[in-house]
């Protein structure tokens, strides 16, 4: 009888070890924690059926065997460096970052469509790429020096159409692939090689032609200044000669008239001797050189004969 009592109590103990080791095997596999960065729907793998709301970070209970399909809470950033073709047909090099997050609201749609956090993340990423490629279709090669910020501000609003779809918030009829877009930065841009020494030789030519300008409006106020100076030169000269001009006319003019004034008195006085002494021409030939012997006691002239020295017999 002590045997069977005590059969009977191992048996108790053995079910009820079981039995606790049951209810703590079901009470571990029907907790799962979600961290405090991250949003999780919950999934039972028995029944294959899905939540229809995401929770927040902790621990929580449900069906023995479920699972939580994880999704980051805060922003994701993804990095893109690629090649793109710009509007005129170049290839242009490029390096984009840019953030995503994953709206509570939309974390059940996008399981349904693409099923966990990796195969999303993918398909965001190839919409991002997607987005900035047709960005860099709309531009210019000649755009990408110039109107960089412009271009950043179209890839963000690109990203935004291919992430959050046209329709906005409206589920039912959500175009996009389920992602917030929330900034984006256009990190470096790299033209070909070929297009930038193009640049570089035009700006080298335009530098040169602008060196030439210079030069030649150097040369051109330096000829002109010496120009002033050969005309103020000439100036002087002219006015100095027109001074020398005008002094030589005046003495010429006071001497001529002071050769006519003593030649008329000559003129005058020969008449007055004419009348005077009723001479003829001879005679007024003869007073004019005892007039010019008186003047000149030592004037000495050779005259051939027979030619008169004097004509003083003849007065």
């Given at each position: 009888m002590n045997i069977i009592r005590r059969n009977l109590k191992s048996v108790g103990l053995a079910l009820g070890l079981c039995m606790t080791t049951v209810a703590i095997t079901l009470l571990a596999v029907s907790l799962k924690k979600i961290s405090s960065t991250e949003?999780?729907?919950?999934?039972?793998?028995?029944?294959?059926?899905?939540?229809?709301?995401?929770?927040?970070?902790?621990?929580?209970?449900?069906?023995?065997?479920?699972?939580?399909?994880?999704?980051?809470?805060?922003?994701?950033?993804?990095?893109?460096?690629?090649?793109?073709?710009?509007?005129?047909?170049?290839?242009?090099?490029?390096?984009?970052?840019?953030?995503?997050?994953?709206?509570?609201?939309?974390?059940?749609?996008?399981?349904?469509?693409?099923?966990?956090?990796?195969?999303?993340?993918?398909?965001?990423?190839?919409?991002?790429?997607?987005?900035?490629?047709?960005?860099?279709?709309?531009?210019?090669?000649?755009?990408?020096?110039?109107?960089?910020?412009?271009?950043?501000?179209d890839m963000f609003e690109e990203l935004k159409k291919k992430l959050e779809g046209t329709n906005g918030t409206n589920v039912e009829i959500h175009n996009g692939v389920y992602a917030r877009a929330v900034s984006l930065q256009l990190k470096n841009l790299?033209?070909?090689?070929?297009?930038?020494?193009?640049?570089?030789?035009?700006?080298?030519?335009?530098?040169?032609?602008?060196?030439?300008?210079?030069?030649?409006?150097?040369?051109?106020?330096?000829?002109?200044?010496?120009?002033?100076?050969?005309?103020?030169?000439?100036?002087?000269?002219?006015?100095?000669?027109l001074n020398d001009v005008n002094v030589t006319l005046t003495a010429a003019d006071l001497t001529a008239a002071q050769t006519m004034f003593t030649f008329a008195e000559e003129t005058e006085t020969i008449q007055q001797a004419k009348e005077a002494f009723n001479l003829d021409t001879n005679g007024v030939l003869s007073y004019m050189a005892n007039q010019l012997y008186a003047e000149a006691p030592t004037l000495r002239a050779s005259i051939r004969e027979p030619a008169k020295v004097s004509r003083r017999d003849e007065l």
């Open positions: 949003l999780g729907v919950e999934y039972d793998k028995l029944a294959k059926q899905l939540d229809d709301a995401a929770k927040m970070g902790g621990l929580h209970t449900g069906p023995p065997g479920f699972k939580f399909i994880k999704f980051p809470s805060t922003q994701i950033t993804a990095e893109i460096a690629d090649t793109c073709v710009s509007k005129d047909g170049i290839r242009v090099g490029f390096e984009v970052s840019y953030q995503y997050l994953m709206p509570e609201q939309w974390i059940v749609d996008a399981i349904h469509k693409y099923r966990d956090y990796s195969k999303w993340s993918t398909i965001v990423e190839a919409a991002g790429n997607s987005a900035i490629q047709h960005s860099c279709s709309a531009f210019n090669v000649t755009n990408f020096q110039s109107l960089r910020n412009l271009i950043q501000i790299m033209l070909p090689t070929e297009y930038t020494d193009a640049v570089s030789d035009k700006q080298s030519v335009k530098e040169d032609i602008t060196l030439a300008k210079n030069q030649r409006n150097q040369e051109l106020t330096k000829a002109n200044t010496e120009l002033f100076a050969v005309q103020a030169e000439t100036k002087k000269i002219l006015d100095n000669a």
